[in-house]
């Protein structure tokens, strides 16, 4: 059996999925927005996006604005 796909680690819960099945995002300087192809990208799962106690403590970590990264996760979830 083949098995090709991409497979990363969402950073948050570090399971493994598919690439495409997860949310690919970058840190642009200082503000998290989605990956645009250039810099160095994260991924998120989407169980984690869901989990708002997850979002809290992503923000947390790269001191975004709950609300701002809650507002850009929901565009792309
Ligand atoms: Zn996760």
């Known amino acids: 059996m083949k098995n090709s796909q991409p497979i990363r680690m969402c950073i948050i819960c570090r399971s493994r999925h598919p690439q495409k099945s997860l949310i690919r995002l970058k840190q642009n300087s200082k503000e998290v927005v ?9 991924y998120l799962c989407r169980s984690c996006v869901k989990d708002e106690k997850k979002r809290k403590g992503l923000a947390k970590r790269f001191k975004q604005d709950l609300e701002q990264l809650t ?3 929901g565009t792309l979830a």
């Open 71 to 73: 507002r850009l996760l």
């Open 34 to 42: 989605a990956f645009d192809g250039t810099g160095r990208s994260f």
